[in-house]
């Protein structure tokens, strides 16, 4: 009985977190981020959430109106707001960590810089369309 229950609760924390993810790739769609793919870490022992969703823009400004999106995004749908957030102060890689999923994103520099995507090679990766 026990792992039927826990069986049930790792399907529900799944279902969560892939809505999450569809509504944080729709507040980066909402600000034309470009790139937008989510790593999913659930098959990685080493992963510290469920999803990683990654995008990038051309400038610090709309990099900040991508982070601002998905907040709102987030709080329409979930009431939440990050459990944490860095990277405002010059918006150059921002991080919100919703706890099972954690968005990141980067100036195009940046992005192409760090090989971000590279780092999670082991991860499956989904595609999205920018708006």
Known sequence: MLR????KETSNNLEESKRITEVIVLGMQE???KDIVSLDLRNISSSVSDFFVVCHADSSTQVKAIADSVEDEMYKAFGEEP???EGFQNSEWILLDFVSVVVHI?????REHY???DLWGDA??????SA
Request: glycine share 4%; proline share 0%; hydrophobic share 30%.
């Open 115 to 117: 090989g971000f995507e």
């Open 83 to 85: 459990w944490h957030k």
């Open 31 to 33: 600000k034309k981020a």
């Open 124 to 129: 499956e990766v989904a595609t999205y369309q």
């Open 106 to 110: 980067f100036r195009t520099e940046k």
């Open 4 to 7: 039927n229950k826990q069986l």
